[in-house]
C-alpha cells in the first residue's frame, strides 16, 4: 500500500523527543514544551509550525518527507548498506546497527540517522530511491572488469551522455554523475539537465509561473562479479542500447559493447490454471499466502485475441480459477494459453505487524514487475520453487 505524506501525520508518527531535537538544532521552539505534548497528538506543534513563515517552513518540509520516505524497510536497509561502507571500524558498526535496531520502529531510525549520521543519510536516499524505481534494463556478456571511479572516467561518461541527449532530443547540455559502492555493486547516478519548464507554484505568497531547468535521471548498477549493467532511464527505448554503450566505454574502457545474449528464459505460466497448483514456499520466507488475482488468456490462433479473468480473490483464493471453470463449458481452452497474470502475496515483514499485502504481475514471455529488493527476492525465490520463475540456461559443461 502506497505511503502517502502531510506534516501533521510525521509529527504524529515521530517520538516528541526527537523532535525537540531535530527544532531546537535549527534554534525553533525552544519554549515549546515538547514534553507536556501527549505523544501522537501534535496539534498545539502543528499549530506553531503553521506561524513559521512559508520559506522556513518549506525547507523543513522537503527534509521531513525525505525522512518519511526513509521510515520503512526499505530505507532501513538502505542505511544499512551505507553504514557498511562508512564505518571503517567493525565494532563501531556493530554498535550503529545495535542501536537503531533497538529503536522501537523506522521513524525513530531514520531520524537518529539523519540527525547524528549525516554521512551516511544523502547515499542511503540514493539507494532507496533506486530500490523503489520500476522497469530496469540488465545487459549481461560483459568482461568482469574493475568499474572506473576516478575523475578522468565519470567527466568522460558526463561529456558522453551530455552530448548523445543534446544532438538526439535537444537537452542534456550540462550532466553530473556520482558513484556510490554498495557492497559488491558500483551505482553510477547521472543527472542531464532536462527541457526548461514552467510550472506553476507559489513564490512569497504570489501565484505565479517560473522557469526552471529540471534533471533527470540515468541510473547505472554495475556487477563485477556477474559481468552485468543494470540501467534505469524513463525514456525513449531507443537510446537504452547506446546508453550501456557509453557506460562501457567510459567506465569499462571497452573499444565497444559486447553483443547481448538473446534472453531464452520464458515464464510458464500455463500451470496456473489447474487448481491442484500450489505455490511453494517456506515459512522462514514470511510468505503466508499467495492468490491469483487476474488472468489474461490470449489465442494461440488469431493474434490480438484476449479474455480477461478477474475476481474477488481477497474473500476466496480460487475466485479466479473458479470463473474460469464458468466459461471452460463455451470456450476452447486449447486454444488459449496465460499471457499475463496477477499475484497477490501475503508477507509477514515484521512479527509485531500484520502482514503486508505485495501485489505484482508477470507477463509471457519473461517480464515482471517485482523488484530486487530484500522482500521482492523472497517472493522470485517462491515463483522458482513453484516451477514458475525461469531460471537462467546454464552453460554446458566442459
Not at 55 to 83: V, Y
Not at 354 to 362: L, M, T
Amino acid at each position: 500500500m502506497a505511503r502517502h505524506y502531510s506534516t501533521k501525520s510525521f509529527f504524529r508518527h515521530m517520538p516528541n523527543a526527537l523532535l525537540a531535537r531535530y527544532f531546537h538544532e535549527r534554534n525553533l521552539f525552544h519554549k515549546f514544551d515538547f514534553a507536556a505534548m501527549k505523544e501522537g497528538n501534535p496539534s498545539a506543534l502543528f499549530e506553531a509550525w503553521l506561524s513559521l513563515p512559508n520559506e522556513q517552513r518549506n525547507a523543513m518540509d522537503s527534509e521531513f518527507r525525505e525522512i518519511f520516505d526513509m521510515s520503512c524497510d526499505k530505507g532501513f536497509t538502505a542505511i544499512l548498506h551505507e553504514a557498511d561502507f562508512q564505518f571503517n571500524d567493525k565494532a563501531a558498526l556493530s554498535d550503529f546497527v545495535e542501536k537503531l535496531s533497538a529503536l522501537t520502529n523506522h521513524y525513530e531510525r531514520a531520524m537518529i540517522t539523519f540527525l547524528e549520521h549525516r554521512n551516511c543519510w544523502k547515499v542511503a536516499t540514493l539507494f532507496y530511491h533506486a530500490d523503489t524505481l520500476p522497469y530496469w534494463r540488465k545487459r549481461k556478456n560483459l568482461p568482469q572488469k574493475q568499474a572506473a571511479v576516478d575523475e578522468t572516467s565519470i567527466k568522460h561518461l558526463e561529456t558522453l551522455l551530455s552530448e548523445y541527449f543534446h544532438y538526439t532530443e535537444g537537452r542534456g547540455n550540462n550532466c553530473v554523475v556520482e558513484t556510490y559502492r554498495r557492497g559488491e555493486l558500483d551505482y553510477y547516478f547521472a543527472y542531464p539537465e532536462d527541457y526548461s519548464r514552467q510550472s506553476i507554484e507559489w513564490v512569497d505568497g504570489q501565484f505565479d509561473c517560473r522557469p526552471h531547468n529540471p534533471a533527470f535521471e540515468v541510473i547505472y548498477v554495475y556487477s563485477q562479479k556477474e559481468g552485468s549493467i543494470d540501467l534505469n532511464f524513463r525514456g525513449n527505448y531507443k537510446a537504452i542500447e547506446p546508453l550501456q554503450g557509453m557506460f562501457a566505454q567510459a567506465i569499462l574502457k571497452l573499444d565497444e559493447l559486447p553483443p547481448n545474449p538473446i534472453d531464452t528464459r520464458v515464464y510458464d505460466l500455463d500451470p496456473l490454471l489447474q487448481k491442484s497448483f500450489d505455490f511453494t514456499y517456506t515459512p522462514a520466507s514470511g510468505i503466508e499466502s499467495v492468490v491469483i488475482r487476474k488472468l489474461r488468456l490470449s489465442s494461440r490462433v488469431h493474434k490480438g485475441d484476449r479474455i480477461t479473468l478477474e475476481a474477488d480473490a481477497e474473500n476466496d483464493p480460487d475466485a479466479v480459477l473458479l470463473l474460469l471453470d464458468r466459461i471452460k463449458a463455451s470456450l476452447p481452452m486449447h486454444l488459449y494459453h496465460v499471457t499475463q497474470v496477477d499475484l497477490s502475496a501475503s508477507v509477514k515483514i515484521d512479527a509485531e505487524k500484520p502482514a503486508k499485502k505485495v501485489s505484482f504481475r508477470i507477463t509471457y514471455p519473461n517480464s515482471c514487475t517485482l523488484k530486487y529488493d530484500e522482500v521482492d527476492l523472497k517472493l522470485r525465490n517462491m515463483l522458482e520453487a513453484s516451477g514458475v520463475e525461469p531460471k537462467e540456461l546454464e552453460s554446458a559443461a566442459a
